[in-house]
């Protein structure tokens, strides 16, 4: 391809991303996307092979319009969320597929990134998630995301018949340490060399946990740990989780010299501490890297639904964060999200009724977790 158009589509264009021609996202229903806040599904594997999803007409008139620098409803999660084109999920599958020899004019599919998430297991319920993360929130609402499994074993053979052209790996869930699906597809895969993250509650580390030990074959590993609050208030937004237990396998994880990085979604239950809670997750790693995102899909307990005199307070505590500390751009744009967001009129729906509804099916109690908001 010739460089300067590539170099156009890969730095200078408003709109291009390299994801659909290079990234593999699997869902625990079988579908296919271009990433993880894609819109549009391309196929399920379930019923369709891997070869006639990547190289078919959704994902052929998603490439198309991204090749003429126009904006797709596909992208439309990380055209709000990005602040300039090297931020956010665009400019990452960007940077990661500039060494590629790849003609994007052709619409070939060239597989360097992967994102897998075979199923939905999951031993947490936490207060943003939903059922196609969570078989725990599917059981409890009585619905089926989850369909199965077939189809994995070909997603399985493709990427490990390209795992010399793989820049990174992408293991989320659900909870990835507890995926057999993992141990089986780690246990294949041979070339060391590739950038390995997991996003993980940090709940299953222990030595005999065979995912951890073949995880430590991987030369450059980075682990996200989600993680919004502390103490109790992690309890309730975790549901499932138990702080000292996090304390404890963060320490083993720190002792692994691998990079970690805490990424809090930014929602209505840490709006007024999320300062303080990240200057307490700088003291156990302090040269942790961060990331936050404001929360998606459950509109009810987004920022922009507090009481205007806590948004003042909100937002004050994000700005008083940017001055006080110093971080990196990606950081400084995510929490600039976050004031974006709570800025935001309300979109009218009550997160009083959205905790009185989860506490109904937990037994748990909001008001004395976060008693700012009652």
């Given amino acids: 391809m010739d460089p300067k158009r590539k170099f156009f589509l890969l730095k200078q264009s408003e709109n291009f991303c390299a994801a659909p021609w290079t990234n593999l996202y699997l869902e625990a229903n079988g ?29 052929n008139e998603i490439k198309n319009t991204l090749l003429n620098d126009n904006p797709h409803v596909n992208c439309v999660v990380c055209q709000e969320f990005n602040s300039d084109y090297d931020t956010w999920l665009r400019g990452h599958y ?9 003609d994007y004019d052709s619409f070939k599919f060239v597989l360097a990134g992967v994102d897998l998430r075979w199923s939905n297991t999951c031993n947490f319920k936490c207060v943003y998630c939903e059922p196609k ?17 077939a189809g994995n074993q070909a997603v399985l053979d493709f990427v490990l018949a390209n ?10 869930g659900g909870e990835p340490l507890l995926m057999k699906e993992n141990r089986q597809f780690l246990e294949q895969f041979t070339n060391f060399n590739t950038k390995l993250r997991i996003n993980t509650n940090l709940s299953n580390i222990n030595e005999k946990n065979s995912i951890l030990s073949m995880i430590t074959k991987f030369k450059d590993v980075l682990w996200t740990v989600s993680v919004e609050n ?15 237990q996090f304390l404890q ?19 209505i ?45 909100a937002k004050d505590n994000l700005v008083s964060l940017l001055n006080e500390v110093v971080m990196p751009l990606n950081l400084c744009n995510n929490i600039n999200n976050c004031i974006k967001e709570l800025e935001k009129d309300s979109n009218g729906l009550d997160y009083k009724q959205y905790f009185d509804s989860l506490d109904a099916k937990r037994g748990t109690n909001w008001k004395t977790v976060f008693p700012e908001l009652v």
Avoid: M
């Fill in 269 to 313: 239950g840490n709006a007024l501490t999320f300062a303080d809670d990240f200057n307490f997750l700088k003291t156990l790693i302090p040269n942790c890297e961060f990331s936050t995102v404001p929360v998606i899909e459950h509109d009810a307990i987004s920022s922009r639904n507090l009481p205007k005199d806590l948004k003042i307070q």
């Fill in 94 to 102: 960007n940077d990661l597929s500039k060494s590629l020899d790849i």
């Fill in 133 to 149: 993360f969570s078989n725990g929130i599917e059981r409890e609402l009585n619905i089926t995301f989850s369909n199965g499994d």
């Fill in 31 to 59: 579908d296919i996307l271009t990433c993880c806040v894609g819109r549009t599904v391309l196929g399920n594997i379930r019923n369709t092979s891997l070869s006639q999803i990547l190289n078919g007409e959704v994902a």
């Fill in 249 to 267: 396998n963060l320490k083993i994880i720190k002792n692994l010299n691998h990079t970690i990085r805490f990424n809090l979604v930014y929602f």
């Fill in 230 to 244: 502390i103490e109790h208030r992690y309890e309730y937004t975790r549901y499932g989780g138990n702080w000292q």
């Fill in 163 to 172: 795992q010399s052209n793989i820049k990174e790996i992408y293991l989320a």
